[in-house]
């Protein structure tokens, strides 16, 4: 066999690897559904997904992969109806307050991701030790980094803040809003507005005190709200 025709069959095979996760992920959330997270076991998502155990593993090495993919998947799907929600936007204040707003509010209408991110909060973090693993934060920036560089044109953000240094600080404001299901839409926005955009203007002092701390621990990023 040639050098080409073998690069042909192992193209082949990877797009039919991706085509076989993806009905993985799409099994394991019906089981998720019709389960609920802490029930599903492999055996169930190979069984959704009418392929062998073997298989499975070798698509996956264990069932928190499973997770950890499916619930990135569902932050892509978030991501991208923020970015179209986003190029709707006048000006830079609100991208951020209308990002912010609407990451939380489609986050908590997914039941799937939902279910998955009570059960198990580290499955959002970026592990350092897992470097096979999708990360959160470069999909953060999929949809932020143009945001912040127009604040940074527009005068709104310091020019010398670093993307990272802004998502490390958005990312937990939008973890914050989260956990507040206390708050309407209406009054996260006018958190965002009084202290949050202030912040990025001002964020100097902010990020001397928790940027360099973040450095320190570059490699963990926390995400849904994170997009």
């Not at 997904?49 to 569902?74: D, E, G, K, Q, W």
């Not at 932050?75 to 990451?103: H, Y």
């Not at 010398?160 to 240094?165: I, K, P």
Request: net charge positive.
């Amino acid at each position: 066999m040639s050098a080409k025709a073998g690069s042909n069959d192992d193209q082949a095979e990877a797009q039919h690897d991706t085509g076989r996760r993806q009905i993985v992920l799409e099994a394991a959330a019906r089981c998720v559904r019709r389960l609920g997270v802490r029930k599903v076991s492999i055996e169930d998502i190979a069984e959704e997904a009418s392929i062998s155990r073997r298989t499975l593993y070798r698509l996956y090495p264990n069932r928190r992969a499973i997770m950890r993919s499916l619930i990135f998947h569902r932050l892509e799907k978030i991501a991208l109806a923020i970015q179209e929600m986003m190029r709707k936007c006048r000006t830079f204040e609100d991208c951020v307050v209308t990002g912010s707003v609407q990451t939380i509010k489609i986050a908590n209408k997914d039941v799937v991701y939902l279910a998955i991110f009570e059960d198990d909060r580290t499955l959002i973090l970026d592990l350092p030790h897992a470097p096979d693993e999708k990360k959160i934060e470069p999909l953060f920036l999929s949809t932020w980094a143009p945001i912040f560089k127009r604040g940074r044109e527009e005068g709104k953000i310091p020019v010398h803040m670093t993307d990272h240094q802004l998502a490390d600080w958005l990312m937990n404001i939008h973890q914050m809003l989260e956990w507040r299901h206390d708050m309407s839409e209406k009054e996260q926005a006018a958190l965002m507005r009084t202290f949050v955009l202030p912040s990025l203007k001002f964020a100097d002092s902010v990020v001397d005190s928790f940027g360099k701390k973040a450095e320190k621990g570059r490699g963990v990023r926390q995400g849904p709200a994170s997009l």
